[in-house]
């Protein structure tokens, strides 16, 4: 059973840093494309940020480019998202989500519909 546990989140002032972490569990996860996606209050889930597991290509949605870098780790099985910069838009629930059959384009997994698996979601609180 796929498990992904999210942690890392809390509240930080503007142009502060922080960085979140997915656990992921219960599965070979080479062929997956991971993905970290947020959800604000009124508003619908969005893609954040993607990488593919195996190779390391990544994908940003535009206004988190040059601000927040994804990445993997192979031993620990899990992967990262470094937010620097952040704004009080950014705040929102950060999620982890692992998308199977990971060897499309990577535009291909901006989407929410590619992602079986999703963790809790954790809490990122930017104030100005």
């Known amino acids: 059973q796929v498990q992904l546990v999210e942690s890392g989140g809390g509240l930080v002032q503007a142009g502060g840093s922080l960085r979140l972490s997915c656990a992921a569990s219960g599965r070979t996860f080479s062929s997956y494309v991971m993905g970290w996606f947020r959800q604000a209050p009124g508003k619908e889930r969005e893609f954040v940020a993607g990488?593919?597991?195996?190779?390391?290509?990544?994908h940003y949605a535009d206004d988190v480019k040059g601000r927040f870098t994804i990445s993997r780790d192979n031993a620990k099985n899990t992967v990262y998202l470094q937010m620097n910069s952040l704004k009080p838009e950014d705040t929102a629930v950060y999620y982890c989500a692992a998308a199977p059959s990971g060897y499309r384009a990577m535009i291909h997994y901006t989407a929410v519909i590619p992602y079986d698996y999703w963790g809790q979601g954790t809490q990122v609180t930017v104030s100005s």
């Open positions: 990488i593919r597991w195996s190779g390391g290509s990544t």
